[in-house]
């Protein structure tokens, strides 16, 4: 597959178009009607609790928040691969994925509610923290990953980031440093067309990310991202790759990011309604649903009925979240060092007295 799709030969892997039909019968991986249902209904509840922590947002209950909405078919496909020991080292909008290594939702409402208990993850084995500081995790993966080889361990390392970040030195040493070491890492650029702001055809002259993948001798290889099916492939595909000692993959996953960056950002000020609606056409929950009900294996009364359901548990986490109990002032402190330094705690002892003195003053 890597052959036919070598990025130098400008082909993106697609197998369904935007009505749900299949156009790439010999690549149509091979996925049951029980995974098919699982993969579709673990991608409407993350879009469900994506779309109610906007909400949550906007009345002033969590703190800013980075949304999902668009690109949940990316997280959906690598969420049916990835194995219980891989590794998942996280940017911060692959909530699909997170959900499927064990992590809550409740976790994350409380990370965004700013609790350092948010980045736990208790259930969640083998699971890096949400990476803020853009392609940062990149290197923690590749780091990751040379360990795995050194000692001969089955794990693949899955990694995320966006296509601002391949715009950071930190993506260029990650991808270097894993395709010498043959680093079972799969790092997986969602391309969302925007950096913020910055439309992707002012992040890099080349033509598209994928194709960088030659400059550091491993496979790479396009996607449509909004492509359930061709995105397992693709993950699949990576994975046999990895797994069998010939190094990392670059996976460009061609998609779009229907919401704004953060809450704190407005997209109606740097792109077009039209251009969203020309994305709208692409949505990989609605073709993911034409297929599956095109097949008789969903139908609308099913999804007005499951709907409310995953209302009712999202909800159920937010409510326990925000019940959470007070911020622990100490807490700001003492995970910088195993035992706390004297500047520090002389910044907490500040801390206290500028507190006392605010609660004095009202």
């Known amino acids: 597959m890597f052959k036919e799709y070598n990025p130098i030969k400008k082909k993106r892997l697609q197998i369904i178009d935007n009505d749900g039909k299949v156009i790439n019968q010999k ?41 999902n909405y668009g690109q949940e078919a990316i ?87 966006g296509d601002g970040g391949t715009s950071e030195g930190d993506f260029h040493e990650a991808l270097n440093f894993a395709g010498v070491w043959k680093a079972p890492v799969i790092f997986i650029v969602q391309n969302n067309q925007y950096g913020i702001s910055t439309p992707f055809k002012m992040q890099t002259a080349s033509d598209g990310i994928a194709i960088k993948a030659l400059a550091y001798g491993i496979e790479g290889i396009q996607v449509d991202g909004n492509d359930f099916f061709a995105m397992y492939k693709a993950v699949e595909e990576s994975a046999k790759h990895a797994s069998g000692g010939n190094g990392p993959v670059l996976i460009e996953a061609v998609t779009y990011r229907k919401g704004a960056h953060t809450t704190s950002d407005d997209p109606t000020k740097y792109r077009t309604k039209e251009e969203e609606e020309k994305w709208d ?3 990989p929950l609605k073709r993911l649903k034409a297929y599956l009900i095109a097949n008789k294996l969903w139908s609308e009364k099913e999804e007005e009925k499951i709907v409310p359901q995953y209302k009712k548990e999202i909800d159920r986490q937010f409510i326990e979240a925000e019940n959470y109990g007070e911020y622990a002032l100490e807490d700001v402190f003492k995970f910088m060092y195993t035992e706390m330094p004297q500047d520090i705690k002389n910044q907490m002892m500040e801390h206290e007295k500028f507190l006392k003195w605010k609660e004095a003053r009202s």
């Open 27 to 67: 690549l149509m991986p091979k996925l049951d009607d029980k995974q098919l249902i699982k993969a579709y209904k673990d991608m409407l509840f993350a879009r469900t609790a994506d779309l109610m922590i906007v909400n949550y947002q906007r009345q002033g209950r969590i703190y800013t928040y980075p949304p």
């Open 75 to 161: 997280s959906g496909a690598v969420a049916q691969i990835m194995r219980d020991d891989d590794w998942l080292v996280p940017a911060f909008r692959e909530m699909g994925a997170y959900l499927a290594k064990g992590a809550s939702l409740k976790e994350l409402f409380i990370y965004f509610m700013g609790y350092e208990d948010g980045s736990l993850f208790k259930n969640a084995k083998n699971f890096l923290p949400i990476s803020v500081p853009i392609s940062s995790q990149l290197l923690h993966a590749s780091g990751i990953g040379y360990e795995i080889n050194y000692n001969n361990k089955d794990q693949i390392v899955y990694t995320f980031v």
């Open 281 to 283: 056409e692409t949505d």
